[in-house]
């Protein structure tokens, strides 16, 4: 098992970046499949992006593709999400998430960050 902690959530204008930090510890971290997913109120949870174990693939849900991008540092433990140009609609909990393989399902969970953007 892994624990995760996020930060670097915040309120933001539309338009504006947030970079979101995921903190991994525990087992041993680079063999891990990393994901991050976000909950809207009132909405179920939703994948948003997750990259291979080496970073050398990534994965992107339609709705963010060309402003988002996840990536990693083995070294630090660090997992990160970039957003730029947000939108109201990306107003939501952000969460982290590993699985030990592409095949395997999501699950450890880190707390979550607040994202919150302004129109």
């Not at 902690?5 to 504006?16: D, F």
């Not at 970079?19 to 994901?35: D, I, N, V």
Request: aromatic fraction near 12%; charge should be positive.
């Amino acid at each position: 098992q892994v624990q995760l902690v996020e930060s670097g959530g915040g309120l933001v204008q539309a338009g504006g970046s947030l970079r979101l930090s995921c903190a991994a510890s525990g087992r041993t971290f680079s063999p891990y499949h990393m994901g991050w997913f976000r909950q809207a109120p009132g909405k179920e949870r939703e994948f948003v992006a997750r990259i291979s174990e080496s970073g050398g693939s990534t994965y992107y849900a339609d709705s963010v593709k060309g402003r988002f991008t996840i990536s990693r540092d083995n070294a630090k433990n660090m997992v990160y999400l970039q957003m730029n140009s947000l939108k109201p609609e990306d107003t939501a909990i952000y969460y982290c998430a590993a699985r030990q393989s592409y095949y395997s399902v999501w699950r450890d969970w880190g707390q979550g960050t607040q994202v919150t953007v302004s129109s």
